[in-house]
């Protein structure tokens, strides 16, 4: 194809009156993008330190600071978001911060271009890094170095497998460029074809509106797709939707179907990792499509699960993957599922997938992730979204009724120590901006923020309760890894907040009155809460106590609003 580039040339091949992608109120060029991307390699060449870490809502103004960090000669780290967690967790590996995140953290800022801007000479893509992370699927995110050859080796097998049937679309995305998938489909793979990109993620209400207006590419996960509102007028579309991409976890059959049905395009999954970059793909036409590898992908099944070399790996050789295979007519597989989803419990071997499917087949079970959770002895636990809505306001009852006729669906195949002891309804499961549901969201639903409170009294001014420190409350986390203890804040909020249940208090906080802290509360400690309320001075009185004595005291005063 004429207009297709190397990606390594993208900054500096001319391309006189293409659209890059599309902004507010018109089109951005490639000269303004060039423009954008000198001054940030300006500003990156005059800051210290070689690693960088790079957060934009936007993906224009994203993938202009990436092209100006690597022409600085920078690498790049990639957090999947901006809250405070992920920010302070990159802070150690990188000298800075660029984009959208708090001024705290001192984000670099693009040259004023008040100077001569250096040209932009091509790019060594064999020295150029970009570092991401795994989506913590099944643990917690590693960080993943991938070479510039590796992103653009996998650029050309995208575009030899897809790009004739999206000649002229316009690329728009409800995932974010902040994760591999997104990169490479929202950035990368069409900067380098000369397609414009729509900076900003989409939702559902626009995406009908925004899909309708040219010939257009959409770039989900399976998350969004399951999620499609049918009531929307997707007959709008009337043909310009060229293709539906979708990767990041399996595709359920029934939302592929319901997908073609309503948008007229029949999806295309790209299956990969982090780690291995681009696979295989495969086309909803047919009921169960089969997956076919993409260019420059060789595969074979070692110890029955799939192998591949490909040029997307950071070296020669094969990489084994832990996704069970089978072979199929041609060149073509199907997949089984994960290897490494197969745990043991108590000396058991126990499928986590094959626990999941079970349990989707219940009349009653809209969908459903199995975890382990660890401890003295691991036990497995359900995060199950209902079929029946509002399951966030059940009550006690209606949870256990459910989670005992789950039990017994699934007694006729697994004894009670291989199927799940502990249960979780909720509305939705916690997918985060790339569509994924993560280990660490999943088990944080088992992590209490709330000690199980017992209430000992409970009269007009006057109430106690017995609140067990179990070592699972999150409150411990970081107060302090060698010695966890119950933060001095934690004991004010329970206060405050068991003195609302058990009185009726004024809105507004004013100050504290002779707070004492005396001796530390450790998990393991049970510790006896005695409020008492003084409603002439609005004063509520607090006392910590346990078998080591009195841990903590003080006065609330409280206001009117």
């Not at 006189?16 to 300006?42: I, K, S």
């Not at 990969?272 to 060789?298: F, N």
């Not at 499917?357 to 003295?376: E, I, K």
């Not at 049970?526 to 409020?531: I, K, P, T």
């Amino acid at each position: 194809m004429a207009e297709w580039i190397a990606l390594d040339r993208l900054a500096v091949a001319p391309r006189p009156g293409r659209a890059v992608g599309v902004v507010e109120g018109g089109v951005l060029d490639h000269a303004a993008f060039v423009d954008q991307v000198q001054r940030w390699q300006q500003a990156f060449a005059q800051a210290p330190g070689r690693d960088w870490a790079l957060y934009f809502d936007d993906a224009l103004a994203f993938a202009a600071a990436l092209f100006g960090a690597w022409h600085a000669g920078k690498r790049v780290f990639l957090g999947g978001d901006n809250l405070p967690a992920t920010l302070d967790g990159l802070s150690p590996r990188v000298a800075g911060f660029v984009g959208d995140v708090p001024e705290r953290y001192a984000p670099l800022r693009p040259a004023d271009g008040s100077t001569a801007a250096m040209p932009l000479q091509a790019l060594d893509e064999d020295a150029l890094e970009l570092v991401v992370f795994t989506s913590g699927s099944t643990g917690a995110p590693t960080a993943i170095a991938k070479r510039m050859r590796q992103l653009t080796r996998e650029v050309d097998a995208l575009q030899a497998a897809f790009g004739e049937q999206l000649d002229g679309a316009q690329i728009h995305g409800t995932v974010s460029h902040q994760h591999i998938y997104g990169l490479l489909f929202r950035v990368l793979w069409p900067l380098a074809a000369g397609r414009a990109i729509q900076p900003r993620r989409f939702f559902h209400e626009d995406l009908v509106s925004a899909l309708a207006a040219q010939d257009s590419v959409l770039v989900a996960t399976p998350a969004h797709l399951k999620r499609l509102p049918e009531q929307l007028d997707w007959s709008s579309l009337n043909g310009r939707l060229r293709a539906v991409f979708s990767s990041g976890g399996p595709l359920p059959a029934e939302a592929a179907l319901q997908v073609r049905a309503l948008l007229g395009v029949a999806p295309t999954e790209v299956f990969g990792s982090s780690e291995t970059g681009g696979i295989a793909w495969r086309r909803w036409s047919a009921e169960s499509p089969q997956w076919h590898p993409l260019p420059g992908v060789a595969w074979r099944i070692q110890d029955g699960c799939l192998a591949v070399s490909s040029p997307h790996l950071d070296a020669a050789g094969w990489w084994q993957t832990q996704d069970r295979v089978a072979a199929d007519e041609g060149h073509s597989f199907r997949l089984l599922g994960r290897a490494d989803r197969i745990v043991k419990i108590e000396e058991r071997r126990v499928s986590l997938d094959a626990l999941e499917q079970q349990l989707r087949d219940h009349p009653m079970v809209q969908d459903v992730r199995v975890l382990v959770l660890p401890g003295a002895r691991d036990q497995l636990a359900a995060v199950v979204v209902p079929q029946q809505a509002g399951a966030g306001q059940w009550s006690d009852g209606e949870r256990r009724r459910l989670a005992q006729q789950l039990g017994t669906a699934l007694a006729g195949s697994h004894d009670a120590v291989t199927r799940p002891r502990r249960w979780r309804f909720v509305e939705e499961l916690p997918f985060n901006a790339q569509g994924k549901v993560t280990a660490a969201a999943l088990g944080a639903l088992f992590r209490p923020l709330m000690p199980a409170a017992e209430w000992v009294q409970r009269d007009a001014d006057a109430a106690a309760l017995r609140l067990p420190l179990e070592a699972d409350l999150v409150v411990f986390d970081g107060h302090f890894p060698q010695a966890k203890i119950l933060p001095g804040v934690v004991q004010l909020d329970w206060a405050i907040h068991y003195g609302r249940m058990a009185f009726t208090l004024p809105p507004r906080f004013l100050r504290m009155d002779a707070l004492k802290f005396q001796h530390v509360a450790r998990p393991g400690d049970c510790l006896q809460l005695a409020l008492a309320w003084d409603a002439a001075k609005a004063t509520l009185g607090f006392r910590y106590t346990s078998d080591h004595g009195v841990h903590a005291s003080g006065r609330v005063v409280f206001g009117d609003a």
